[in-house]
Structure formats: structure tokens, C-alpha cells
């Protein structure tokens, strides 16, 4: 069940964003530039929070750099980069190597405006975070 929660929460904001949006359409171009974002949920079981910086260069790429706390007392720097998938009906998917260890995370997306809602996942299910991101 957990490996599936990203995707719901997923699914739940397409929907939702989409009876706001109306007939929104989106395009790589509309994600240049750096938006702040904040995430939390769990990893291996412990609660995680995270604030950051995604860049996007309006074409494929990405890039991330964040600070993260865990309950039990993890602090540290990540930096990671990939590519960047923008779907016409505004519905985005980042997989991102990150620098230090080598994981891989799949970060959805949702582009509404200048703001976006996250759900970052990765491939052993152990994560499972959400959050938003605003454009400076």
C-alpha cells in the first residue's frame, strides 16, 4: 500500500487541479527557473521533513538541492540532478539521481500557476513524501 500512496496523492491533485485549471495546458518551458519547496513524510519509518530549491532550465533538465531533518536527528545537504517529462494536461515527471549516494527518486508533479504540487517516491517504496513548491 505505501509503494501506491505517491501515486494517489498524484491522482488526487490531477483531479483537483484540473476543475481549477479548466482546460490548462502546459508545455517543458512553463518549468524554468527556481521554486522553493517544502516536503515531508516518512522514510524507513521515521518521520522527514525537507525544504529546498528545484531548478528547471525550461526544456529536460533538473536540478535539486536540499537540507533535511529526520526525527531521529539526521541532518545533511542533498544535491541531485535528471530529467524532466512536462505532459500537455500539466501533470510532470522528474527522475532524479541524487549526487551523494547514487539513489534514484521520482519526483510527480502537478503545475498549477506558478506553484506545483509534489509526491517524490522511489523505487524500494521505503519513501514516500509530499509537498509544494513556489516559483521565485
Not at 35 to 43: D, P, Q, V
Not at 89 to 109: F, L, S
Not at 111 to 121: D, E, P, W
Request: with cysteine.
Amino acid at each position: 500500500m505505501i509503494e501506491s500512496f505517491p501515486r494517489i496523492i498524484v491522482a488526487i491533485l490531477v483531479l483537483s487541479a484540473a476543475s481549477q485549471a479548466g482546460a490548462a495546458t502546459c508545455q517543458p518551458s512553463d518549468l524554468n527557473g527556481e521554486y522553493g519547496f517544502e516536503i515531508s513524510g516518512a522514510e524507513f519509518g521515521e518521520s522527514y521533513h525537507a525544504v529546498g530549491i528545484l531548478e528547471f532550465d525550461g526544456v529536460q533538465k533538473i536540478k535539486i538541492t536540499y537540507g533535511r531533518q529526520t526525527t531521529i536527528g539526521i541532518q545533511e545537504l542533498i544535491t541531485g540532478g535528471g530529467k524532466v517529462t512536462v505532459k500537455e494536461n500539466c501533470a510532470a515527471v522528474a527522475n532524479v539521481t541524487i549526487k551523494q549516494t547514487g539513489e534514484k527518486i521520482r519526483v510527480d508533479m502537478i503545475i498549477v500557476g506558478t506553484r506545483l504540487m509534489l509526491a517524490v517516491s522511489d523505487p524500494t517504496s521505503v519513501v514516500s513524501w509530499s509537498g509544494t513548491a513556489e516559483k521565485f
